[in-house]
């Protein structure tokens, strides 16, 4: 089923300086707030958002093609689609 499965919104990643806190990470690709959930995958139950805890300030490089083997960061999957 096509609903099941994460929209690719785009063949990079998105490199953000991050401050320490809680952070959720569109896992459906549907947000219109990315890398962040907006509460869009309420009507796609099976991908929900990912929890992340920012210990350190820092660089982080946030997944967008929503198919990383270590979301919700880049490991570049992304160069394979």
């Known amino acids: 089923m096509e609903e099941s499965k994460p929209i690719v919104v785009d063949k990079h990643s998105m490199k953000l300086i991050m401050e320490p806190g809680t952070y959720f990470w569109c896992a459906c690709g549907r947000s219109k707030k990315q890398p962040f959930c907006?509460?869009?995958?309420?009507?796609?139950?099976?991908?929900?958002?990912?929890?992340?805890?920012?210990?350190?300030?820092?660089?982080?490089k946030w997944c967008l093609c929503k198919y990383s083997k270590t979301p919700p960061f880049c490991d570049?999957?992304?160069?394979?689609?």
């Open 38 to 60: 907006d509460g869009s995958h309420k009507d796609f139950p099976p991908l929900k958002p990912v929890k992340v805890e920012i210990k350190e300030k820092g660089l982080v």
């Open 76 to 81: 570049n999957f992304h160069r394979e689609l």
